[in-house]
């Protein structure tokens, strides 16, 4: 089949590979869209310590049952579905508890098993979430994260949020915080045209600077700070922008994974009780409400934020994406029919 293959830093490449076998309990999908995430990005540049060429990535998707592994029944063939790539090891006490996306022994697809930037993929059957549009089936992976951050955060109605990075994730939050009735919204981001999808979307106000410039304009709108601050991005920047910009007892998701390690002002931590948390992926719970949203048709990728395109243009995509200009919020990858 053919395969959209990470081989070295900076280098996508098609190559025919196996087509893969299902196990017991797993079937194998033929891929019909699968989303490019900022994780994948961060592999493609040699920033993620989770991902090693060479590796087919691509855990936002959904595909057609084909084959059915020993156990599976075999009314699963022939339906769509999206999948939650999480593997958890499933008797620990995270994966007790509906937490599998903190399971010590995690495995997730596209990272430690072969992933949708193919033709074919293999996957657990318990992992399957019926949809029925194969495009907006796709979005639920990312739609969890942002959900799962937003949980996180904390927000309440008559808060103010700042969003910092209106990528895939900081958008589809900024969605969801207006869903919920949060109107005080400020979105970052130095593409003007993902702030302009996050304008659409509910926030009140877009910024296009960084660095010493932003925290100067948002300490003039927001003297006291936010009292909640996502960050989607997760560079040492943009960690040390939230923290400087939430009020004293306020909440800060970082949601983003790029840099490591970050220096961040421990003293202002301390003395302005702010509360810090990480938000990795999501749990069954919020895939599944992800999956429920999208459902009631409260995203339309026919709008213009989302972009198709062939498997083939891969190396052009990550390139597009690991760079400032891109004109879309989401671009996902097809391997055709």
Known sequence: MRALVWTAVGRMEIKDVPKPIPQPGWVVMRVKYTGVCGSDIGGFLGKNELRRPPLIMG????????EAGPGVPK???????????????????YCRSGLKNLCVMRKIIGIDYPGAYAEYVAVPVDNLYPVSDPVKGALAEPLATSLRAVRLSGVSLGDSVLVIGAGPVGSLAIK???????????????NANRLEWARRWGASKTLSTTGEEALKTIRELYPEGFDAVIDAVGS?????????????????????LHDNETSIP???????????????????????RAVNII???????REGWVDIRPLEKGQETFTELAGTETKYVKIMLTPGE
């Open 59 to 66: 855990h936002e998707f959904t595909g057609i049952v084909e």
């Open 75 to 93: 009314e699963y063939i022939g339906r769509l579905f999206t999948v939650n790539p999480i593997i958890g090891c499933g008797h620990c006490r």
């Open 176 to 190: 969801l915080l207006n869903i919920g009735g949060i109107k005080d919204i400020t979105a970052i981001d130095i």
């Open 236 to 256: 040492t920047d943009t960690r040390r922008l939230a923290i400087n910009t939430v009020r004293r007892g306020g909440r800060v998701v970082f949601v983003g």
């Open 266 to 288: 421990g003293n202002l931590i301390v003395r302005g009780e702010i509360e810090i948390k990480g938000s990795f992926s999501y749990t069954d719970e919020d895939f599944r």
């Open 295 to 301: 459902e009631s048709g409260l995203l339309d990728p």
